[in-house]
Nanobody, 126 residues
Framework: QVQLVESGGGLVQAGGSLRLSCAAS????????MGWFRQAPAKEREFVAG????????YYPDSVKGRFTISRDTAKNTVYLQMNSLEPEDTAVYYC???????????????????WGKGTLVTVSS
């Protein structure tokens, strides 16, 4: 069983930055792709970033491309999401998830993910 714990959320003004962290328990962290998703009130959970097991490949939807950066530190069993130029539309609960596979060739779906964290709230004020 893998546990994922997100941290780093909070309140930030539009144009500001936040870095989210996701600490994973267990020895399998380095073997699987990781992803970040978000869910705003009354909206579906959406994919925002994915990274392959090696960290060599990443993928972002157009809505965050150029503003968000995902990275991973295998030694620390941690995946990060650096979020810059934040907009009020980025307000959501952000979830970390571990994939069922190793690679990221496109957007990840909820079905692609095996384990989920409980989320961390990001609020961007205008």
């Amino acid at each position: 069983q893998v546990q994922l714990v997100e941290s780093g959320g909070g309140l930030v003004q539009a144009g500001g930055s936040l870095r989210l962290s996701c600490a994973a328990s267990g020895r399998t962290f380095s073997r699987y792709a990781m992803g970040w998703f978000r869910q705003a009130p009354a909206k579906e959970r959406e994919f925002v970033a994915g990274i392959s097991w090696s960290g060599d490949d990443t993928y972002y939807p157009d809505s965050v491309k150029g503003r968000f950066t995902i990275s991973r530190d295998t030694a620390k069993n941690t995946v990060y999401l650096q979020m810059n130029s934040l907009e009020p539309e980025d307000t959501a609960v952000y979830y970390c998830a571990m994939g069922r596979g190793m690679t990221v060739a496109g957007p990840l779906s909820r079905d692609d993910m095996r384990y989920w964290g409980k989320g961390t709230l990001v609020t961007v004020s205008s």
